[in-house]
T-cell receptor
Framework: GQQVMQIPQYQHVQEGEDFTTYCNSS?????IQWYKQRPGGHPVFLIQ?????EVKKQKRLTFQFGEAKKNSSLHITATQTTDVGTYFC???????????FGSGTRLSIRP | KAGVTQTPRYLIKTRGQQVTLSCSPI?????VSWYQQTPGQGLQFLFE???????NKGNFPGRFSGRQFSNSRSEMNVSTLELGDSALYLC??????????????FGPGTRLTVT
């Protein structure tokens, strides 16, 4: 069956350092979505990647979708305290009508 | 547009009881999915409803059930509550069913505590 693995589980960085979280799927994805959940909040949609090798940027955030459409990454440049939260990837498997969430990476920042 | 609303926001129940949670999706959204979130477990998919039909179901026991009404509002029911059912229950609405992979909009969740 389909599985989405996300690493690391936690990351604690100094403000201004970079941060990256990685997702891997056991099978080829139709697409991948990324969500952010602030402490005490609910997941909020960030972006969706559909094409093989796709790269999208949102200010300091860079999202990549692997060439084989089995992995993805989210990179944050020069973290700020507002980046604190848990970042989830969600793999879309259209043929199975499923979206499977990774376990999330919790980002904390030392000011 | 109003966001996804969930009621109640907090609930305390005792073991063996049952509970019903409600979710009102964004106007025009026909898909509602339910997730269970516990510390360290991420978002576990419960089920998805689209146009009043259950489209998909996660690996949860039959004590967890749901339904969707013609106005797309959805309810989730958990019978014979166990301590392990304590969690944040999130519903998410989407314009289309999950197969179409549209973005999901999450509600604030219902925090269920079972004692």
């Amino acid at each position: 069956g389909q599985q989405v693995m996300q690493i690391p589980q936690y990351q604690h960085v100094q403000e201004g350092e970079d941060f990256t979280t990685y997702c891997n799927s056991s099978t080829t994805l139709s697409n991948i979505q990324w969500y952010k959940q602030r402490p005490g909040g609910h997941p909020v949609f960030l972006i969706q990647l559909v094409k093989s090798g796709e790269v999208k940027k949102q200010k300091r955030l860079t999202f990549q979708f692997g060439e084989a459409k089995k992995n993805s990454s989210l990179h944050i440049t020069a973290t700020q305290t507002t980046d604190v939260g848990t970042y989830f990837c969600a793999g879309g498997y259209s043929s199975a009508s499923k979206i499977i969430f990774g376990s999330g990476t919790r980002l904390s920042i030392r000011p | 547009k109003a966001g996804v609303t969930q009621t109640p926001r907090y609930l305390i129940k005792t073991r063996g009881q049952q509970v019903t949670l409600s979710c009102s999706p964004i106007s025009g959204h026909r898909s509602v999915s339910w997730y269970q979130q516990t510390p360290g477990q991420g978002l576990q998919f419960l089920f998805e409803y689209f146009s009043e039909t259950q489209r998909n179901k996660g690996n949860f026991p039959g004590r967890f059930s749901g339904r969707q009404f013609s106005n797309s509002r959805s309810e989730m029911n958990v019978s014979t509550l166990e301590l392990g059912d304590s969690a944040l229950y999130l519903c998410a609405s989407s314009l289309r069913d999950l197969a179409a992979s549209y973005e999901q909009y999450f509600g604030p969740g219902t925090r269920l505590t079972v004692t």
